[in-house]
């Protein structure tokens, strides 16, 4: 089993910052690509950010320049630092995290609880 506990989310102001953080853990041969989504009320869930073991990354264009997502392979846990933060950020971000487990090496997509991030205007 692998789990995924997020952390940092909260309540700014717009202009603000905030800084996620997802630790993962449990039995797993190697993590590959780590990503950050987040649902708004009534909006379907949508890809923020991703980067995969190399440390490549990608972002979605309503955050480019705003966000930056970063991992800690040593710590098995990836960040996401938000600048600028605006109302319409308001959602619940959910890690996901995709690992090979150990001996088959086959791939597992696990995804976190969630956290709130609120702007407020």
């Known amino acids: 089993q692998v789990q995924l506990v997020e952390s940092g989310g909260g309540l700014v102001q717009a202009g603000g910052s905030l800084r996620l953080s997802c630790a993962a853990s449990g039995s797993f041969f190697s993590i590959n690509t780590m990503r950050w989504y987040r649902q708004a009320p009534g909006k379907q869930r949508e890809l923020v950010a991703g980067i995969t073991s190399d440390g490549s990354t990608t972002y979605a264009d309503f955050v480019k320049g705003r966000f930056t997502i970063s991992r800690d392979n040593a710590k098995n846990t990836v960040h996401l630092q938000m600048n600028i933060l605006k109302p319409e950020d308001t959602a619940v971000y959910y890690c996901?995290?995709?690992?090979?487990?150990?001996?088959?090496?086959?791939?597992?997509?696990?995804w976190g609880q969630g956290t709130l991030v609120t702007v407020s205007s």
């Open positions: 996901n995290v995709v690992v090979r487990r150990p001996i088959t090496y086959s791939i597992l997509e696990v």
